[in-house]
């Protein structure tokens, strides 16, 4: 063998490489950008990390910022409506990790290279990859890679962005609870998140808007907060007192607004499932991983750890590979991927919709029984029995009897 080049060094490809390296299997990491320049670059994503995710870092030795700085403990949740607020509190557990990526990935690769991986940064055209690998896994996704990997329409139902994103680092916000993650649900308009986080300046709030587009969360999207940083924060304050008033209350205008300049993201992100596999020139193959395969709505909170279980269930596949990691070890392989993946693809989509009658069932009962608060909150570690529960009344109904050891609910 002579090897794997995983071009990418987002979450997905860097576990990969990191997990290959531990199998012993020779592997190089193909990134646009170097350790430091990943971590001076602006934010991109505000990730949080389930307890899966967490194990696997243990398990590669680079888990690392065990502080409850890098920690969302508990989350509030509030879903706004014409007759009132629907509101519960409930711990997560284990807790999550709340890591600006511009620390993660560094630390990431630098690791990677400090146990002898070799490290190519600067552009890595396919047909050389192809010459030198016995399989390219590609796990970014630019515009190159959208080629390679057209849009799969039978798995994508959005074919434009359903949410405007506008997600920031901010100082001066109150936390009522420490460590707690507040969204709030604004049906038609979209949601606000604030999230406790640790950033590379420090501790401090993410927060995002997911806006309807057109809808009146959109505005800041579309502000210049670099030239206009005054501006922008009055139009961020001016919506939270609107939608999310008591997340207002709890700021400190003296004090609100972005810890630095650039500290922030904006845009739209279409969600789409693309091909998952490809011939490269000469007959070598490339692997699909990452963003070059699934790009999801931040929603659900998903992205990153699917991308964490989809590297180490893909360095199990290529390690117990008996034959060549050719077009049919690729195809056998990306289907097995999507196994696990489409759990996470349909729920994501789903909760881009209006909540169903029987979501809109089980946020009501988490907000009177903590049991099922708890539970409800606790279970996004686990998208495969998240969406088995939210993708149908009876899932409802079987959730709550094991939160709760209540008989089945009465027909009709």
Not at 132 to 156: C, I, Y
Not at 176 to 192: K, M, R, S, T, Y
Not at 286 to 295: K, Q
Request: glycine residues 10%; negative net charge.
């Amino acid at each position: 063998m002579t090897g794997i080049g995983v071009v990418g060094a987002g979450i997905s490809g860097l576990q990969l490489a990191l997990r290959l390296q531990q199998l012993g299997i020779p592997v190089t990491v193909y990134s646009e950008r170097t350790a430091e320049e990943l971590g001076a670059a602006r934010p991109r994503n505000f990730p949080a990390r389930f307890g899966p995710t967490q194990a696997r870092e243990e398990t590669l030795g680079v888990h690392a910022w065990r502080s409850d700085d890098a920690r969302v403990h508990s989350w509030s949740v509030t879903l706004h409506g014409e007759d009132g607020a629907l509101e519960f509190a409930a711990a997560l557990t284990p807790p999550s990790s709340v890591v600006d990526f511009r620390l993660y990935l560094p630390h990431l690769l630098t690791e990677f290279a400090r146990r002898g991986g070799p490290v190519r940064t600067g552009p890595a055209p396919m047909d050389r990859l192809a010459r030198e690998h016995d399989l390219v896994v590609v796990a970014v996704g630019d515009r190159s890679v959208r080629e390679l990997f057209p849009v799969d329409a039978a798995r994508s139902p959005y074919t434009a962005p359903q949410r405007i994103l506008c997600s920031g680092f901010y100082q001066g916000i109150h936390e009522d609870v420490p460590h707690q993650l507040d969204i709030h649900f604004v049906p038609g308009a979209g949601e606000i998140l604030r999230i406790p986080f640790l950033s590379r300046l420090g501790p401090a709030h993410v927060l995002a808007f997911e806006a309807v587009p057109g809808g009146p969360l959109e505005p800041p999207a579309r502000l210049d907060a670099d030239a206009d940083p005054a501006g922008f924060h009055r139009e961020v304050l001016r919506l939270l007192a609107a939608y999310a008033p008591s997340l207002r209350e709890r700021v400190d205008t003296a004090r609100f607004g972005l810890i630095a300049p650039g500290e922030l993201a904006q845009g739209g992100i279409t969600p789409v499932v693309r091909r998952g596999w490809a011939r490269l020139p000469g007959g070598t193959c490339a692997l699909a991983v990452g963003d070059a395969w699934i790009t999801n709505d931040p929603l659900t909170a998903q992205g990153a750890n699917l991308g964490s279980h989809t590297a180490f269930a893909l360095a199990d596949l290529i390690a117990s590979a008996e034959g060549p990691l050719d077009a049919e070890f690729c195809r056998a392989a990306s289907a097995r991927l999507w196994d696990h993946a489409r759990h996470v693809v349909e729920w994501s989509n789903a909760f881009l919709a209006p909540p169903r009658p029987h979501v809109l069932d089980l946020l009501g009962r988490a907000a009177g029984d903590k049991r099922i608060a708890d539970a409800f909150v606790s279970s996004f570690h686990d998208p495969v029995a998240m969406w088995a529960v939210l993708s149908r009344p009876e899932g409802v109904d079987a959730f709550v009897r094991d939160c709760t050891g209540e008989g089945p609910r009465p027909a009709g």
